[in-house]
């Protein structure tokens, strides 16, 4: 397997294979006319797309930016993303997981995902127009008429029209029940909308000959907040009955942002309706806007996901490469040398890479288990639906939230590695933070993921059930790694989870006696250290293969024999690699676990004593 500079492709076949075993997933029906080497093909020229040409028009994007033109109301992409898409749209990537009736593949989940992964590394901004694309025609797969679904979907799922999603506006942020944009029903059963929509990613480009836009929205009359909300479809061109492209709609784009990152993505701020001729049919029933917008909420969270995870990824694997190359002091471990060494050799920066690798292995880990869950929760009956369910809703927030704060963090250790070089242009990882910066900020702040996961998804879901069935998994993964993991590491997801138990025991005590100010005021401590948790059970899985496979080759996990074997053999070195970064979060990284949970269950108030003026110090005048 040759070395891909962004993404480890070991890892990946490790994740998809070894521990989820998605090749598995062909015994359903659905997915019976794939099988792994069908996978091993379509992750092969994934890869190979990403690296030869979203990644070098990326670093061009992000200098040119996408451009809008006032006089023409227009909005143009950069160059090289145009041909990258042409490739992406020619090789059929975006109809990957889309229903086969309408020109899609069927491809499961856990594959697109990983294909993401690729696609994500080599450049966020470029694969967001791709993935609001696919958000946009699962919702009229869904919810569409047989009208809407014959007009717009398999266009839609063939790459040649796009796609968005229209929440936002100017006072209507993660308030969505705040928003203005007004619906007004026509005899012909349309309706004619008015209103502002900021912030809208791919809102207007000139990558497809359409876009589609599910417009949140109320009905005139419709009650206030998000009960009153109905969600219309607005394409950017009239279909004619013969599907070809009509009059233009009364949608037009009034501008883009000028941002910190992520600049080869048009945001865009889009006005309805200034000619009182915005047309946009119904989906779904009226008032059930926020609940049909869930559903692309929830994919597009894991869209996220994996834009943090191919960030954090193309970071770390850039700095692997710098600092074996980088030379720069003598390598402390060989007493009285003093020849130039690489900078891989100093104990300081091996922490800093194996803190980057044990960090972007989980996340891997969590996010294509999330992918599969979903996967498992359409093919599987009865219970084990249910729980792959539930697991699925529970692992959202986390890998959204988690993966997000992670990339940043993970990218600002990258420039760390590089030095003062890091901080330059002329290198690729100043980019990389920048462009990750938005992840914990869209498709719902992490503050906002953080009362999901808290409320929504532990305290307020009946009998804790999706808390349940991530406890049941863990414990199946303790099982497994009796006798053949380290006592020690077992130890430590084991005493984690019966900690983790105690807190949010506390937890639903303050539920029940409503002191809601005080779970709130947690509920980021908590998600970090559920993540943490979560990340754990990872790494111990992880464990429980990487033990047994390494012993296979070398005969033992460490000592001489497993080392020069390591270094011999490249099946040996990867497990070796895998079972250090195992190592060093488990029996290291993990010990910042208890932290947040003393932070939790602390008791303290300052939180919530503070009233706005303590911030200055001054009076309101
Ligand atoms: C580059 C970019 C692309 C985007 N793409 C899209 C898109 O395609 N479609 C779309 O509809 N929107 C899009 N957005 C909008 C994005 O989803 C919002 O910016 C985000 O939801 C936050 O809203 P806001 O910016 O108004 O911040 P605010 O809602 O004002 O939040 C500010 C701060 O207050 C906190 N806060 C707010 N309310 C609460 C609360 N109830 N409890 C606790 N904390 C709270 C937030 O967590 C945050 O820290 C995009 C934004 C950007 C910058």
């Not at 909308?193 to 419709?222: M, S």
């Not at 869930?294 to 692997?320: C, I, K, P, T, W």
Request: aromatic letters at 8%.
């Amino acid at each position: 397997m040759a070395l891909n500079p962004l993404v480890d492709s070991r890892d990946v076949r490790f994740v998809l294979f070894e521990i989820l075993e998605a090749d598995k997933l062909s015994k359903h029906e659905k997915f019976s006319g794939f099988d792994k080497d069908t996978y091993e093909a379509t992750l092969e020229l994934a890869e190979q797309l990403a690296v030869e040409q979203v990644y070098p028009a990326n670093a061009e994007a992000d200098k040119t930016g996408a451009k809008y033109d006032p006089k023409a109301k227009t909005v143009t992409v950069p160059e090289g993303y145009k041909t990258a898409m042409n490739l992406y749209i020619e090789s059929g990537f975006p109809g990957l997981g889309n229903d086969p009736q309408w020109g899609g593949t069927g491809m499961p989940e856990v594959i697109c995902r990983a294909v993401a992964d690729y696609f994500s590394a080599a450049g966020v901004a470029f694969i967001v127009y791709d993935t609001l694309r696919g958000g946009a025609s699962r919702l009229i797969e869904n919810f569409g008429t047989d009208e809407l679904k014959k007009i717009y979907l398999e266009k839609m799922s063939t790459g040649q029209w796009g796609g968005t999603m229209c929440l936002t506006e100017p006072s209507a942020g993660s308030d969505v029940g705040a928003l203005k944009t007004k619906a007004v029903k026509q005899k012909d059963g349309t309706y004619l909308l008015t209103g502002q929509k900021i912030f809208i990613t791919a809102g207007d480009n000139d990558l497809y000959e359409n876009i589609i836009h599910p417009v949140l929205a109320r009905i005139e009359g419709d009650p206030p907040g998000t009960p009153g909300i109905s969600i219309f479809i607005v394409p950017k061109y009239h279909v004619n009955p013969d599907g070809s492209l009509g009059e233009r709609n009364d949608i037009v784009t009034s501008g883009i942002e000028h941002k910190m990152g992520i600049k080869g993505s048009a945001t865009c701020s889009l006005s309805l309706g200034d000619n009182g001729k915005c047309v946009g049919w119904l989906l779904g029933e009226e008032r059930q806007g926020m609940k049909i917008m869930f559903q692309m909420m929830n994919e597009a969270r894991l869209d996220v996901a994996d834009q943090a995870l191919g960030a954090a990824s193309s970071a770390y694997m850039h700095s692997v490469t710098y600092a074996k190359n980088r030379v720069q002091g003598s390598d402390p471990a060989k007493k009285g040398d003093f020849a130039s060494a690489m900078i891989v050799k100093h104990p300081d920066v091996k922490r800093m890479l194996l803190w980057m690798k044990s960090q972007v292995e989980a996340m891997r880990m969590l996010t294509l288990l999330a992918a599969i869950s979903g996967d498992l929760s359409h093919v599987e009956q009865g219970e084990k639906a249910k729980e792959a369910k539930g697991l699925l809703d529970f692992l959202i927030p986390l890998c959204k939230a988690g993966n997000s704060d992670l990339a940043w963090l993970v990218t600002s250790e990258a420039m760390q590695v590089y030095g003062g070089y890091g901080f330059c242009s002329e290198y690729p990882v100043e980019q990389l933070a920048r462009d990750s910066k938005i992840l914990a900020i869209y498709e719902g702040t992490n503050g906002i993921q953080s009362m999901d996961l808290t409320m929504r998804k532990l305290l307020m879901n009946p009998e804790m059930f999706n808390y349940t069935v991530f406890k049941k998994r863990i414990a199946q993964t303790l099982e497994k790694a009796k006798g053949v993991v380290d006592e020690k590491y077992i130890a430590a997801v084991r005493e984690g989870v019966e900690k983790m138990d105690a807190t949010v025991k506390k937890l639903a005590e303050l539920r029940d006696q409503k002191k809601m100010l005080d779970i709130l005021a947690i509920a980021t401590p908590l998600q970090n250290a559920m993540r943490m948790l979560a990340h754990a059970w990872m790494h111990l899985w992880s464990l429980t293969i990487t033990v047994p496979k390494l012993k296979e080759i070398a005969g033992d996990v460490s000592g001489e024999k497993a080392l020069n074997m390591a270094k011999d053999n490249a099946e040996a070195a990867y497990y070796y690699g895998r079972i250090l970064s195992a190592r060093y979060y488990l029996g290291s990284e993990f010990k910042h676990f208890e932290g947040y949970l003393n932070y939790i269950t602390s008791g303290e108030q300052a939180v919530i004593e503070a009233f706005d003026e303590i911030f200055t110090g001054a009076l309101p005048q």
